[in-house]
């Protein structure tokens, strides 16, 4: 069992930035991680992830305003967001991956116009 505990979220206007972090229980190094976000009614959709490797991929809609990145010997993984947009307030969770499947319970961003 892995416990994920992301922070960072909160409230900002538009155009301004957050960084996201998220620490896992125990070793992310064998695994793919990844950020996830959800708004009320709506199917949780994936923001960005980070392979084993390093590499990343992004959904179209953060390209160029989010980076992935992982620090593997603090188990944690960051997701920083610039240009904010209010389309982009959602809860944000993060996910240990590949191989497993935990979540954590989320974090609340807001992004007022």
């Known amino acids: 069992q892995v416990q994920l505990v992301e922070s960072g979220g909160g409230f900002v206007q538009a155009g301004g930035s957050l960084r996201l972090s998220c620490a896992a229980s125990g070793s992310i190094r064998g695994n793919v991680m990844q950020w996830h976000r959800q708004v009320p009614e709506k199917q949780r959709e994936l923001v960005a992830a980070i392979s084993r490797g390093g590499d990343t991929n992004y959904a179209d809609s953060v390209k160029g305003r989010f980076t992935i990145s992982r620090d593997n010997a603090k188990n944690t993984v960051y997701l920083q967001m610039n240009s904010l947009k209010p389309e982009d307030t959602a809860v944000y969770y993060c996910?240990?991956?590949?191989?497993?499947?935990?979540w954590g319970q989320g974090t609340q961003v807001t992004v007022s116009s």
């Open positions: 996910r240990f991956y590949l191989p497993g499947n935990y």
